[in-house]
């Protein structure tokens, strides 16, 4: 065979492989969206059904019952067509007034935007900032709720998961420590958290906790959830503006009726109901070991590669996603890129300031440890190929099996 011919066939040969890899189902290892269990892609492909037929209304009843298991309320929690982001916004606009100051407890991307959506709704907004990489302080935040500033404020909003650097805060005790101190509202991003650890809304004391489908609950993105105290419906009753769409009222009376205010997202419903059946299934020690054994794996494969982890206490680091710092040399768009472009894998970028300091390995909803060790296998081959020669070739993969066998 001469050169030529050698040489386009090898390159025919190179491209199906590349064509067939790209048909290997991707790989979402990011913190959301998270992937779909067949199952669930199944009752989302049915066709939609009436929402205001006997058929959905039983679905509803089913939904309604099960969210209060997923927040650990006694209360209802309301069903919103809209991504995390609204229900963040509905738990303000809902409780509080233009011009009532709140503190926010921030410490990344997510977190911070509970400020940003106080200030367009109009109220005054105090910071308590942890580092990047740090969760919350509790004895800081009782200093401040002591002091004089602290007895005019009228919510604390803060972030169980922080997704943008991959830290849990204490939110058990921070909540404490505001019932104690102060009659502030407790609201609480669960975005991240539930589906993936314990969250318990009414034995915390919590106030309001939002989430979205697109996490724990192994949806695709669409739907999120909000679950409030007696408290805040109290609170809510006493506000001016609360706004329409997303006005607790009429959720209250849509689940008092097992139906919904409008239209809602039907199939996502349908969807939702397999959920949580599923994740009823696993239970709730079950899914936060997984998410343990998940984290534990990524983690010790960072430190066996020798990559540094951005968030170094195991104590607070997340169940959901982790962070690491890539070695000198080594870009995240290369490494990212390597590892789509081979693996048709996803890993996420920093956000914000920390763009291009991290990637994020999400092992948050239906992940297991298949999917960590063929992303542990492939970001080791794509560090190799960059030219990466701080640990030898399976020193990761061979960390992540011994945490995997002992987690068993
Ligand atoms: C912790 C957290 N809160 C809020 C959001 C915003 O949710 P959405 O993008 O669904 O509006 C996200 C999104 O990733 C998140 O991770």
Redesign the pocket.
Known sequence: MCLMSFRYNKLVQLNMELDLNMKADLKLMI??PTPVPEEILEVLARPPIGHRSPEFKEVLKDVYSNLQWAFQTQRPVYLYT?????A?EAALVNVLNPGDEVLVLSCGV??Q?WAEIAKELGLQVHLQEAPAGQPHDVGKLETLLKSEQGKTIKAVCM??????TGVINPVEELAKVIRENSDALVIV?T???LGATHFKMDEWGVDIA?S?S??GFMLP?GL?FLAVSERALQAHQQCSNPGYYFNFTKYEKGIAGATTPYTPAVSLIRGLQKALEMMKAEGIDGTTQRHLRNRDMVRAAARAMALPLFVEAEAYASPSVTSIVPPEGLSVDAIRAGIKEQFNITIANGQKDLTGKIFRIGHLGAIFPRDILMTIASLEVVCHQLGYSKAPLGAGIAAAQEVMIRHA
Do not use: C, L
């Not at 809209?82 to 609204?86: C, D, E, K, L, Q």
């Not at 972030?159 to 943008?164: D, K, L």
């Open positions: 913190p959301g809209a991504s995390g982001t609204g963040m997510f977190s935007r972030i169980h998961n922080e997704t943008s991003d975005v991240t958290s939002v979205g697109q996490k993105p999120s």
